[in-house]
């Protein structure tokens, strides 16, 4: 939320392929204000879902698990 009380729209969707996903838990661990691990190792979208909603603070954050995932399991897709 911003100063006035209204929902900001987010900067970007971090979307995840499930298909190319091993497990690995880097982004969890670069990006654990949106993504947890499972048991696995797998991501997990904190609010449920196939894909968490980037704001802006968290952009660099987001980019950086994004490069860091082995296998590009990750995209970034900016809003608009």
């Not at 929902?7 to 670069?30: F, K, S, T, V």
């Not at 190792?41 to 909603?53: K, S, T």
């Amino acid at each position: 939320m911003n100063g006035t009380g209204t929902r900001r729209a987010p900067a970007a969707q971090l979307r995840i392929d499930w298909a190319a996903c091993d497990g690995h838990g880097a982004c969890a661990e670069l990006l654990p204000e949106l993504l947890t691990s499972d048991d696995w190792g797998f991501p997990v979208v904190r609010g449920g879902g196939r894909r968490a909603e980037v704001p802006a603070e968290l952009l660099r954050a987001a980019r950086r698990a994004e490069r860091s995932c082995p296998v590009l399991a990750l995209r970034l897709v900016r809003e608009g």
